[in-house]
C-alpha cells in the first residue's frame, strides 16, 4: 500500500485504532525479555500500540513509522497513558538506522515489504543491534491467505520458518514457530490467523 492509502486508513478509523490500542499479543508474551531502561527501536510502528507499552515497560522507546496520521494518533495514545516515546516519521527504506545502538529492535507485522526490501531492512535490524540484542519479528504465514483476516495479499511478503532460519542464520534463534491463533487486534486483524514467531539474539563479538 502507498503512504495516500495507509493515511487514508489510519484517518478513515476516526478516533478507533485500526489495529487496537492494546499491544500486539506476541509482544506481551515476551514480557520478560523487555527489560526496564533498555534502549528499544518499534519499526513500522503504526498507531503506536506496541511502543507506548514498550515505554510503560520503562524501556526508551523510539518508534518510526511513516504514515503521519498514524504517528500523531500515536503520539495522542502516548500522552493518554502518560509515556514517553520518540517518534519519527521516515521511510525505513531511508532513514538512518543508527549502529549497534539498540538493546531490541520489535517488528511486528511489517510485511509491506517485498523480498528485495524485506533483505535491507533485516540488514538495518542487524547492524542496529547491539551485540547480545534481542529481535522480536511477528507475522504471518502464508497459510494466512486462506483466512484473509489481515495481513498483504502478497505471497512473497509473508513469513516461513525456514525463510526465516535462513535469513537470521548468523543469529542465535531463541524462538521460531508458526502456529494458528485467533487474534482480536482492532479491526485490522481479527479473526483465525496463520503467524510466525522470531525471537533471535544477536551474538556477542
Not at 108 to 114: D, G, K, T
Amino acid at each position: 500500500m502507498s503512504l495516500e492509502m495507509w493515511n487514508a486508513r489510519f484517518a478513515g478509523a476516526g478516533e478507533r485504532f485500526v489495529f487496537g490500542e492494546a499491544p500486539s499479543v506476541f509482544l506481551t508474551e515476551q514480557a520478560a525479555l523487555v527489560r526496564h531502561g533498555s534502549k528499544v527501536l518499534s519499526v513500522a510502528d503504526g498507531e503506536g500500540r506496541n511502543s507506548v507499552w514498550l515505554a510503560e515497560q520503562g524501556c526508551e522507546v523510539d518508534a518510526v513509522e511513516f504514515a503521519p496520521v498514524a504517528v500523531d494518533k500515536a503520539r495522542g495514545l502516548a500522552a493518554r497513558r502518560g509515556v514517553s516515546v520518540n517518534f519519527t516519521v521516515a521511510d525505513l527504506l531511508d532513514w538512518d538506522w543508527p549502529q549497534e545502538h539498540y538493546d531490541m529492535v520489535v517488528a511486528i507485522f511489517i510485511q509491506f515489504a517485498a523480498p528485495a526490501q524485506r533483505r535491507l531492512l533485516f540488514a538495518h535490524i542487524k547492524r542496529t543491534l547491539k551485540p547480545g540484542g534481542l529481535l522480536l519479528l511477528h507475522g504471518y504465514t502464508p497459510k494466512q491467505l486462506e483466512y484473509r483476516t489481515g495481513g498483504p495479499s502478497a505471497r512473497e511478503n509473508l513469513y516461513t520458518e525456514a525463510m526465516l532460519a535462513h535469513d537470521f542464520a548468523d543469529f542465535d534463534l531463541l524462538r521460531l514457530a508458526a502456529y494458528e491463533r485467533h487474534l482480536d487486534e482492532g479491526p485490522g486483524h481479527s479473526g483465525t490467523s496463520a503467524l510466525i514467531d522470531l525471537v533471535a539474539r544477536k551474538p556477542q563479538r
